[in-house]
């Protein structure tokens, strides 16, 4: 049957080149399909380039010009964010306040604000997350004078309207409450409680009730507080002309005065580990299982970083990668597996998972366990899996650098995480250094085996019989929350 | 007005001349190869990457009744090795070396893409075209089954275990007779996903993955000579297949109002009401995108400003022009916040269309739907992957690589009688009303008298 195949197809190819004397050469050579290209020489890695200030109110500014399109990125950047602003009750006030911000100014009500959005083709998006926050736009070169100007009106002059403080609540309880219907919202917030404990910021999730006691005087504070010039950078990449754009925003944000000093990120420390443990969390019907397994993981400045990369590469960073080979490709039992780590300034999570149908449960998780011992020295890594992980690594830089705002968040990224302005230049032979030793350590040192969290939400009348079975680690049984 | 419209022209000009030249344009060259594949070539420079698309005009439509699902499904066979390919070199030599790779189906179409650095554009030449030519040597049960399981999976994540992940299906099962190549879902049911055969496989990839039936678009770093030996080289000998089947897709109408409620295991009832429009073809969609534009979104488009903001009835509401191939639908979602009921916000959201029908948006309601329209475009310039999309897109659909700049120039044409007689033509009492409602809660049904119970049909 395969021979006939391409039998018939080669001879449908002399009749085709015969027809088109263009194509003779061809029909003269037959062609090796069996042999694999060889590529050509790589293309050369061009980091932008990027001019830094200081402006006269504290602020740093970094103004990486990029002409070939009329565009433009620009992104105040926040150092520091809810877990080191909020109090722990008053989980998503930094997530409002930064919502309220487009709810009216001295001069512009919410419509209004809204309004000149759309006339410029702009959107003004302001978020606070963990760890820091950014206020932002993209327009095209000729709209950025005015995007800018409504972005320094927000920024300076928000009001925080009461009614609007009421509505965004009253939404954002419906968000909340739609999420304890969703399995990997469910999975995120019981694995955070656990990994991280009720007095930790990483452990302390966004409830009903830190909601509803949020005040705007809470937010008015907040604002005040966070928005300072000294703990932000101010990047601007696209189509403008770096001198000329420093004027202007010195002009723009006249009325933003100096103050603020970057946040000390001093984390409480985390909660004794417990062995291995499995928290069932009931979804009854659920049609799959989701897994969250990990632990608390290195801070981004980790000298580990780059093995880490490799190691969770082969692990559980790609489509080929171990995991997602293993537990979809081969198995079935799921259509995405995959593994990786949460960098930032605190211990942000390694975290494995996927959902899996809910009969092959028990079987799910004994594979996803022999990947995570194979990976720290039971399976050795392999030449071509070391290969292949630092060349997806290395040759994936080049192509990041393709919009104005990927290089705006290649630029913020060095920042917030205080890394030097030649990073990316040293980032192939750090990457290439990485030896399967090193893997094999990391694996070893930041996947701790005995203490892992496992976090299934699922069936449990039809999985917690099986999962006990496979006798990998003792159940709990936990709500929606993490409790038990 | 007459002042204004002399006036525009003139501001437009002064304006274009201040910016970049050719900002909304992609340059490119077409041609088609003796077995019938199109190829589109746009090299750029800017960014040391290729993207390939390979677009082969076929989609669920082309399905018969009892092996739903099945397009898609081939899909995943399409990446589990080829003739000269072993199972795992087409990700190691995308993913692998920095690059990227997937697959998407619709309805009508099915693509395939990958970014790879520049120097590996030879290679996915020739990863592609082992697959458009030499699947079925290597094909065998096994592979065909672990993809049926991960498709299973894939509907269950989606749909399945997903709140009001059963929506569209149901709408689409409602809204076109069972006849209709557009009433069951792309991913099919778990049914006939079991009831694929190896032998399907065979006879789909004979009559739909052939040249004659495909679009091969490349936009990057490259140069375009070595991009055409190479095509040639790799497509050049792929045997035309015979002439592909077009399955017929009419239009519909609903005479009257179809009325469903759904329980799911959600806390939070939502309303959707679907009508039936138009697709890909016709010019009323970009009338119908416009309105859409002005009823949902920012907090003043007309039924975010009436019922989130102004009543605070509803916690989110979005509505969209979906466009397939022949045939779109507009679909319109309300979520209540709590004291809200579904009938309430159904009747506030008539109440608000009813007048757009009868005296249709403003100007500057236009003016703001549109407005976004330009930096939408010049930023998507930015991604080769976009950019071979959208050519491939053009050619596919509509024998135009260049498509996009009619498009953009039709969206930018729309006036507020269109928008005003797309709505009265369109959003008729020939609708479909879906409640979804808590298990046990059909009471909360928008009407709950005269809707009828919807009931999953389990694999």
């Known amino acids: 049957m395969k021979l006939r195949t391409r039998l018939a197809i080669a001879s449908v190819t002399v009749a085709v080149t015969l027809a088109f004397a263009g194509f003779a050469a061809i029909a003269q050579q037959p062609l090796d399909r069996s042999k694999i290209p060889s590529p050509g020489k790589p293309p050369e890695l061009r980091v932008p380039v990027w001019i830094r200030y200081s402006l006269t109110n504290g602020a740093d500014l970094i103004v990486s010009e990029k002409r070939d399109l009329p565009l433009v990125s620009f992104r105040i950047t926040i150092q520091g964010g809810a877990s080191q602003m909020e109090s722990s009750t008053r989980r998503g006030l930094a997530s409002l306040t930064a919502s309220m911000m487009s709810e009216g100014t001295k001069t512009r009500d919410g419509e209004a604000i809204s309004n000149a959005q759309q006339l410029l083709g702009t959107s003004i998006d302001i978020n606070i997350g963990s760890e820091n926050g950014s206020i932002a736009f993209q327009s095209t070169t000729k709209k950025f004078p005015q995007a800018l100007d409504l972005l320094t009106d927000m920024l300076l002059n928000s ?32 694995f955070a409680k656990i990994l991280y404990g009720d007095s930790h910021p990483f452990g302390q ?18 604002h005040k507080v966070y928005f300072r010039p000294g703990r932000a950078l101010i990047t601007v990449v696209g189509d403008v002309n770096a001198a000329s754009v420093r004027a202007t925003i010195e002009k723009s944000l006249v009325g933003w005065s100096r103050g603020g000093d970057k946040p000390a990120f001093t984390y409480p420390a985390l909660p004794s580990p417990h062995p291995m443990t499995i928290f069932l969390v009931d979804k009854p019907g659920a049609a799959q299982s989701t897994f969250a397994i990990g ?41 995405g597996v995959s593994s990786g780590f949460a960098y930032g300034k605190g211990p942000g999570a390694f975290r494995a998972g996927g959902d899996m149908v809910s009969a092959k449960s028990d079987a799910a998780l004994v594979e996803f366990m022999k990947e995570l011992r194979g990976i720290g020295g039971a399976r050795p890594v392999t030449d071509d899996e070391l290969k292949t992980a630092k060349d997806s690594l290395i040759q994936r830089l080049p192509g990041t650098f ?83 | ?69 099945f397009a898609h499904l081939f899909e995943h066979v399409m990446f589990t090795g080829s003739g000269h390919v072993p199972y795992g070199l087409h990700d190691n030599l995308t993913e692998g070396v920095g690059g990227s790779n997937n697959g998407t189906t619709s309805n009508d179409r099915t693509t395939y893409y990958e970014t790879v650095p520049s120097n590996y554009l030879e290679d996915s030449l020739w990863l592609e075209s082992d697959r458009m030519g030499f699947l079925l040597d290597t094909l065998d049960t096994n592979k065909l089954n672990a993809q049926r399981d991960v498709v299973k999976n894939e509907r269950r994540q989606g749909i399945d275990n997903q709140p009001y992940g ?7 099962g409602a809204m076109y007779p069972p006849s209709h190549p557009y009433s069951w879902p792309v991913i099919g049911s778990m049914k006939d996903l079991s009831a694929a055969s190896e032998e399907d496989v065979k006879n789909f990839f004979r009559l739909y993955y052939a040249p004659n039936n495909a679009f091969l678009s490349i936009a990057g770093d490259f140069q375009p000579s070595a991009a055409r ?44 009401i679907a009508w039936p429009t138009v697709g890909e073809k016709s010019d009323d969609r970009f009338a119908l995108s416009v309105l859409d534009a002005i009823t949902s979104g920012p907090r003043t488009t007309r039924l975010t400003k009436a019922l989130v903001y102004d009543q605070q009835a509803a916690a989110a509401l979005n509505s969209y022009q979906a466009s397939n191939e022949e045939v779109g639908q507009w679909v319109l979602t309300i979520t209540p916040r709590p004291g809200h009921s579904l009938m309430e916000l159904e009747q506030a959201a008539d109440g608000i269309l009813d007048k757009l ?59 507020p009688s269109d928008v005003k007689r797309a709505a009265n033509k369109y959003l008729t009492k020939g609708r479909v009303v879906l409640s979804i409602v808590p298990m046990g809660q059909l009471n909360q049904a928008s009407k709950p008298a005269e809707s009828k119970v919807y009931r999953r049909v389990d694999e």
């Open chain 1, 159 to 190: 009001r925080f309207p009461q009614d609007a403080l009421d509505r965004l609540r009253a939404q954002r309880l419906v968000v909340l409450a739609q999420a304890k219907d969703q399995p990997a919202a469910i999975a995120t917030r019981v």
């Open chain 1, 205 to 222: 999730n966004v409830t009903e009730e830190s909601l509803k006691a949020i005040t705007r005087d809470d937010i008015v504070v907040f």
């Open chain 1, 295 to 335: 632990n608390p993981g290195p801070p981004r400045n980790t000298p580990d970083y780059d093995a880490l990369q490799v190691m969770n590469t082969i692990l559980g960073g790609m489509f080929q990668s171990r995991l997602n080979a293993n537990l979809r490709e081969e198995k079935g039992f799921s259509y």
């Open chain 1, 402 to 484: 393709e919009s104005v705002q990927s290089v705006n968040n290649a630029i913020v990224s060095l920042w917030i995480q205080g890394l030097p302005d030649n990073y990316y230049h040293q980032y192939i032979s750090r990457i290439s250094a990485v030896k399967k030793e090193d893997v094999v350590r990391v694996a070893k040192q930041y996947i701790d085996l005995e203490h892992l969290t496992i976090v299934i939400v699922g069936d449990r009348a039809n999985i917690e019989a099986p999962i006990r079975a496979t006798g990998i680690a003792p159940i709990v049984l936990t709500d929606i929350e993490g409790g038990r």
């Open chain 2, 1 to 69: 007005m007459v002042c204004l419209a002399v006036l525009l022209p003139v501001f437009a000009l002064v304006v274009l001349s201040q910016s970049k030249p050719s900002a909304i344009k992609i340059p490119f060259e077409s041609y088609t190869l003796p077995n019938g594949l199109t190829v589109i070539l746009a090299a750029d420079h800017a960014t040391p990457t290729v993207a390939v698309t390979v677009w082969y005009h076929v989609g669920s439509k082309n399905e018969t009744l009892g092996r739903t699902g």
């Open chain 2, 166 to 172: 059963m929506a569209n299906e149901i709408l689409s």
């Open chain 2, 229 to 272: 030996a190479w095509v040639t080289k790799y497509f050049g000998g792929l045997m035309r297949g015979n002439p592909v089947p077009r399955p017929t897709a009419n239009p519909v109408t609903l005479d009257k109002e179809t009325r469903l409620v759904f329980e799911d295991r959600v806390q939070v009832p939502r309303l959707y």
């Open chain 2, 357 to 415: 029908r009868t005296e249709g948006p403003t100007a500057e309601e236009i003016q703001r739907a549109t407005a976004g329209l330009e930096f939408e475009f010049v930023s998507g310039l930015q991604s080769n992957l976009g950019k071979s999309a959208t050519l491939a897109n053009g050619a596919g659909f509509h024998n135009d690589p260049g498509y996009f700049q009619t498009e953009y120039q039709k969206m930018l044409a729309v006036t």
